[in-house]
């Protein structure tokens, strides 16, 4: 029988997202660690499994917190949580979120509106929420799950991740000297649901050699996080496509435009097509 360390009252984690793919991941291994939990997701019966397997695997306690973080009243108690004095969150986890099927126009700006408020504003007003208590306690770390898209131009998506990444490293640099570290972590390709909800197979995004085990990525941020830093790559073949993305993105854009051009001539010409008959 593997022994795991005693669970701690001082060390509570809150994440988000946490019934599947990366958080239910996050979740295990802060679990290991000794970290009590609080998780956050909206299937109310799933976060039900997911704690009671926690606390059958590794000891601790676990609270659940079933919430819309689109919905300001459901994403106040998960605020409120964060904010609390008794047993207080001293490691959040921002990893909610989701990604959209279609093409920007073709998607509704409500739908885009709600990745945005997800990706972007929900992370915003959780680690604002939980930032004045860690700062009073001297100590804290606020973790964000962004994506190594956010060091392109490849859409709304990568766009809401870029302001996770410049959020995270701006905020490092605020408050590491009062005790509280922030960390951004931009994976590649991660084999978890996220893709197949986007009702798109894995080997129609990228080859095997690009995908990368949920476990692996989850360690190496929370090693990132526990050295204080405020970023984490995971894998050598991605910090090397991370580099090399630096250095690229007029290439990535002329790229965008000519894949853009190219499926606007298609369209163009199934439409003519269509209307002359042909086919």
């Given at each position: 029988?593997?022994?795991?360390p005693?669970?701690s009252?001082?060390r509570?984690?809150?994440?988000?997202?946490?019934?599947?793919?990366?958080?239910?991941?996050?979740?295990?291994?802060?679990?290991?660690?000794?970290?009590?939990?609080?998780?956050?997701?909206r299937d109310?019966?799933?976060?039900?499994?997911?704690?009671?397997?926690?606390r059958?695997?590794?000891?601790?306690?676990?609270?659940?917190?079933?919430a819309?973080?689109t919905?300001?009243?459901e994403?106040?108690?998960?605020?409120?949580?964060?904010g609390?004095?008794?047993n207080p969150?001293s490691?959040?986890?921002?990893n909610?979120g989701?990604?959209l099927?279609?093409?920007f126009?073709?998607?509704?700006?409500?739908?885009?509106?709600?990745?945005?408020e997800?990706?972007?504003?929900?992370?915003?007003?959780?680690?604002?929420?939980?930032?004045?208590?860690?700062?009073?306690?001297?100590?804290?770390?606020?973790l964000t799950?962004?994506?190594?898209?956010?060091?392109?131009?490849l859409?709304?998506?990568?766009?809401?991740?870029?302001?996770?990444l410049n959020?995270?490293?701006w905020?490092?640099?605020?408050?590491r000297?009062?005790?509280?570290?922030?960390?951004?972590?931009?994976p590649?390709?991660?084999?978890?649901?996220?893709?197949?909800?986007?009702?798109v197979?894995?080997?129609d995004m990228?080859?095997?050699?690009?995908?990368?085990?949920?476990?692996?990525?989850?360690?190496?941020?929370?090693r990132?996080?526990?050295?204080?830093?405020?970023?984490?790559?995971?894998?050598?073949?991605?910090?090397?496509?991370?580099g090399?993305?630096?250095v690229?993105?007029?290439v990535?854009l002329?790229?965008?435009?000519r894949?853009?051009?190219?499926?606007?001539?298609?369209?163009?010409?199934d439409?003519?097509?269509?209307?002359?008959?042909?086919?």
């Amino acid at each position: 029988m593997t022994a795991h360390p005693s669970p701690s009252y001082d060390r509570t984690a809150l994440v988000t997202g946490a019934t599947s793919g990366l958080g239910a991941e996050f979740a295990k291994q802060l679990a290991a660690t000794g970290h009590n939990l609080v998780l956050v997701a909206r299937d109310r019966p799933r976060l039900e499994n997911v704690a009671e397997a926690l606390r059958s695997d590794f000891g601790v306690a676990v609270e659940i917190l079933s919430a819309d973080l689109t919905d300001p009243t459901e994403r106040a108690h998960v605020e409120r949580r964060l904010g609390a004095t008794e047993n207080p969150v001293s490691f959040l986890v921002n990893n909610a979120g989701y990604g959209l099927p279609q093409e920007f126009e073709i998607n509704s700006v409500d739908d885009e509106e709600r990745m945005l408020e997800i990706l972007s504003t929900v992370p915003l007003r959780l680690s604002h929420a939980a930032l004045g208590g860690m700062l009073s306690r001297g100590t804290g770390t606020i973790l964000t799950v962004a994506s190594i898209a956010g060091g392109a131009p490849l859409g709304t998506y990568a766009a809401a991740k870029t302001w996770a990444l410049n959020f995270s490293s701006w905020a490092h640099a605020q408050y590491r000297h009062r005790g509280v570290t922030f960390t951004a972590v931009a994976p590649g390709f991660v084999r978890t649901e996220f893709h197949s909800r986007l009702g798109v197979k894995r080997s129609d995004m990228a080859p095997q050699w690009m995908w990368l085990d949920a476990g692996l990525v989850v360690r190496s941020a929370l090693r990132a996080a526990a050295r204080g830093r405020r970023l984490s790559v995971p894998s050598l073949r991605y910090r090397i496509i991370w580099g090399l993305m630096k250095v690229t993105q007029p290439v990535i854009l002329l790229f965008v435009a000519r894949a853009s051009r190219a499926a606007t001539a298609r369209a163009d010409t199934d439409a003519t097509r269509a209307t002359s008959g042909e086919g």
